[in-house]
């Protein structure tokens, strides 16, 4: 199986190589101003680029850091870019390691911070580290702290911290003791991490990968907290701007991601997902931007002018579904739409999310015995998937729809719960214009984990 | 029962994931589970959305439970424990006690231990009273009360002032616990986001050492902005009476002794080993870290005995979670 590596980063030699020695062929794109997109899905990519088409299997997009000097104004050594050699070279009887200035330092430097102050201790360096926070938790830094402070390197915890510059040396002052003392060090070495930021061509990658970026220009997966390196795009991976060299941290990235590609190379065929209708589809694109799984394309077939649904990208969310304005798309497992509208049970029609709503339901159901009866439930495999015209059809029936759905920022489709709420507003919005109660439609968001709150929104919604 | 099965030794977070994606696999699995139910502890877990998701984790989990007691190649036998274990990689023959008498389990391949952690419970059992929102409740009492709250709280009675005591029970030498948990600074701070936005007038107060798993900087700035206190010094101890007070060294006074009256003070209870960990070592031939965790002492490839979860050290739910995926697709690519 080929697997593309788009992007330069120091990571790319140690990432081959374990590609390589688990039997994967590498294929190496480092210029992302080479690619126009990535078309295709897990198993099948095709990355067009300048010089003709590179076919791989799965995409991993690694994204070099880059590295600046926080303070340039004063005389320092970078903390990763310099090697502890040239440190020693310079027959250094004292060096200052500084974290956490002026903002917080990466996560990553702390590593690097308690290798380099070990390795200087051991040599006879009297080392200070000065930092805001040590994070030392992970059990493998913590072996390293101790390494350190073995080798006489002292820690130094400090809150704020000034600086004067001389011709030789640098004088710190450090507020430490949580404010209550200053103290001042002299050095002649004075070694400041970076400053780590994305590479300026990551927002170039990510349009030309469709995958989504967060607010601080990390990729974001479905399920952000779930696995780092996976994005919303399935089988495309990034390992973004981990750290300058290869640390521990990114061993464990690249162990995963290996891992997830194995796993995703076994799975067996996607069976839940979108179809599209191609004698009503207009071509009009609005699935191909709205699908936040780059699960839409246009059909090669020249016979067929129609979108077609890439069905091992799809995740079933159904959001297409909802946005189609021909309703070209539908289902194939039962959703909103295409299911047979249940007999009518009662005076409460529930359109719940079944990640979130759903179960919290489930877990409720001791609570709401009394009235079963009188709600009816459909789940959703996405608050996308919910319309405008699907909550109107359903007030024929039932006194009241609730429409239940995941919290901010917990939607595994990115923005499912999002425009639910917004069909939900254009709904009472629509009441409101024929004078009917809005209040006819109710809108909750929660977590699989408040049973309660469901319970409560559901009896208060029967009135 | 398929020819090579795995034993997977607690039914928790990282039992439950690996014995699913195992099963998804096509591998049969026995969860042997000391408890009547399956989840371990983060079943009793919250969700800590505040006014939006704070990624806490659990939301991974959701029906994971029922999916695995449902599914067709995991057999799991609750209220058993694994009483011995014979043979080799591959061909593994284990004896399970429960409530009727033992049984063997033969043609065993590999044996998953995910026996999870215990809560820092000798030292918090002492101290926990708790009515309504008053008293002094341990961080998995918090946790319950967070995922049995309703649309308009968490508490019958609203406190108006909270205690976080972190690192209780870890960096602690007496309770033999040096190392960090790693997780209570997460669930701490966020159930504190959750209490702040139910309750805007409760006063929070944080007694800490360090803050290790805060999310960085910017996330103490947060919760600052939050109006949450942060008091930086391990109180002395907690005085017993109506209300309890908390007993502290002022920061910066030289050692000033002060008294501080809370409504409810909360445990920031760590990680600790869990206490099966010596029979499971035993029986497993396993070995020890230096914090008392298990580990395997030769190569799980060779063994056929893996580690998955907290029972090799303190980790958070999408750790647990990735490695016990990872734990999964080893055995898998073995067997295979």
């Known amino acids: 199986m080929r697997i593309a590596i788009i992007g330069k980063s120091p990571i790319n030699e140690p990432l081959k190589e374990r590609l390589l020695s688990e039997g994967l062929t590498p294929v190496l794109v480092e210029n992302i101003n080479d690619i126009l997109g990535v078309v295709g899905q897990k198993g099948d990519f095709a990355i067009r680029t300048r010089y003709g088409d590179v076919e791989a299997g799965y995409v991993i997009a690694t994204q070099g850091p880059e590295l600046s000097n926080p303070v340039p104004e004063v005389p320092s050594l970078p903390l990763s870019g310099s090697s502890v050699q040239n440190i020693l070279d310079k027959n250094a009887k004292q060096a200052v390691l500084l974290l956490d200035y002026p903002d917080e330092s990466p996560g990553i430097m702390t590593e690097i911070a308690l290798k380099k102050a070990a390795e200087l201790a051991r040599k006879r360096v009297n080392v200070v580290c000065l930092a805001r926070f040590i994070r030392t938790s992970g059990g493998y830094l913590e072996q390293l702290y101790r390494e350190a402070r073995h080798f006489n390197a002292v820690f130094i915890k400090y809150s704020e911290l000034s600086m004067d510059c001389f011709e030789n040396a640098v004088v710190i002052h450090a507020r430490i003791n949580e404010g ?6 002299k050095t002649d070495n004075l070694i400041i991490a970076e400053k780590i930021s994305a590479g300026e061509d990551i927002r170039e990658m990510a349009s030309r990968l469709r995958i989504h970026l967060d607010d601080e220009g990390k990729a974001s997966g479905d399920n952000p ?14 390992l973004h701007n981990t750290s300058p060299g290869l640390t521990n941290e990114t061993k464990e990235m690249i162990d995963y991601t290996i891992a997830a ?3 995703e190379m076994a799975a067996g065929k996607n069976s839940g997902h979108a179809v599209v209708d191609a004698d009503k589809c207009a071509l009009c694109y609005t699935c ?13 077939n020249p016979d067929r002018s129609a979108m077609m649904n890439l069905e091992e990208a799809c995740y079933g969310c159904g959001i297409c579904v909802s946005q189609c304005p021909a309703a070209a798309v539908r289902l194939t497992e039962a959703g909103m739409e295409v299911k047979p509208e249940m007999a009518m049970k009662g005076s409460l029609k529930i359109f719940c999310c079944e990640n979130s709503a759903k179960l919290a339901f489930e877990r409720a159901k001791p609570e709401l015995e009394e009235i079963y009866d009188k709600v009816d439930i459909t789940p959703v495999s996405c608050g996308g998937e919910i319309t405008t015209a699907g909550i109107l059809s359903a007030l024929h029936r039932y006194r009241k729809v609730l429409v239940a759905v995941c ?8 923005e499912g719960n999002k425009r639910a709420k917004r069909q939900v507003l254009k709904a009472q919005q629509l009441l409101k214009s024929i004078a009917m109660d809005p209040g006819r439609i109710e809108y909750v968001q929660l977590s699989h984990a408040m049973p309660r709150v469901m319970a409560e929104t559901v009896i208060e919604a029967l009135g | 029962m398929s020819m090579s099965a795995v034993l997977v030794i607690g039914g928790g977070l990282a039992g439950c994931v690996t014995a699913l994606e195992l099963a998804s696999r096509g591998i049969g699995t026995v969860i042997v589970e000391k408890d009547r139910r399956l989840g371990g502890k983060v079943r009793d877990y919250g969700c800590k959305a505040a006014s939006r998701c704070n990624q806490c984790g659990l939301c991974i989990v959701g029906d994971l439970w029922a999916r695995v007691s449902e599914h067709s190649d995991i057999e799991v036998l609750t209220e058993s424990r694994l009483v011995d274990l014979i043979g080799t990689k591959g061909n593994y023959k284990a004896v ?6 033992s049984r063997v389990i033969d043609g065993i391949s590999d044996i998953v231990v995910s026996i999870g952690f215990d809560g820092a419970s000798s030292a918090t059992s002492a101290q926990v009273q708790y ?6 409740i341990s961080g998995l009492k918090l946790e319950q009360l967070l995922a049995q709250r309703g649309r308009h709280g968490i508490f019958d009675e609203a406190p108006s002032r909270i205690a976080f005591l972190q690192c209780f029970g870890s960096r602690d030498i007496q309770e033999k616990a040096p190392y960090c948990s790693r997780v209570c600074c997460g669930y701490s701070t966020r159930a504190a986001r959750v209490i702040r936005h139910h309750y805007p007038e409760t006063e929070i107060t944080f007694f800490y050492m360090d803050l290790q798993e805060v999310e960085g900087g910017t996330y103490f700035d947060v919760l600052k902005k939050e109006n949450i206190e942060f008091i930086p010094c391990r109180p002395v101890s907690i005085v017993k009476g109506s209300p309890n007070r908390v007993l502290y060294e002022q920061p910066g006074s030289g050692g000033r002794l002060v008294e501080r009256e809370f409504d409810l003070i909360v445990l920031s209870e760590g990680i600790h080993p869990a206490a099966d960990s010596d029979r499971i070592a035993e029986i497993c031939t396993l070995g020890y870290d230096r914090n008392g965790f298990l580990k395997t002492i030769s190569d799980s490839g060779k063994t056929g005995i893996y580690l998955a979860g907290c029972v090799s050290g303190p980790k958070k739910i999408p750790e647990v979670y990735a490695e016990s995926l990872q734990v999964a697709q080893q055995i898998w690519g073995g067997v295979r």
Do not use: Q, W
């Not at chain 1, 907290?225 to 990034?238: I, L, P, Q, Y």
């Not at chain 1, 919290?407 to 990115?414: G, P, R, T």
């Open chain 1, 180 to 185: 209550n003392e200053t103290i001042s060090i």
């Open chain 1, 225 to 238: 907290f779930v696995f780092s390196a996976m994005t919303n795009r399935k089988g495309v991976f990034a």
């Open chain 1, 261 to 263: 590609i194995k796993m």
């Open chain 1, 288 to 300: 191909y931007r709205v699908c936040t799984h780059a699960a839409m394309a246009p059909d090669p």
């Open chain 1, 407 to 414: 919290m901010d920022d917990a939607c595994k489709h990115l």
């Open chain 2, 96 to 101: 399970v006690r429960d409530k009727n008498g």
């Open chain 2, 131 to 136: 009515s309504g929102g008053r008293g002094v």
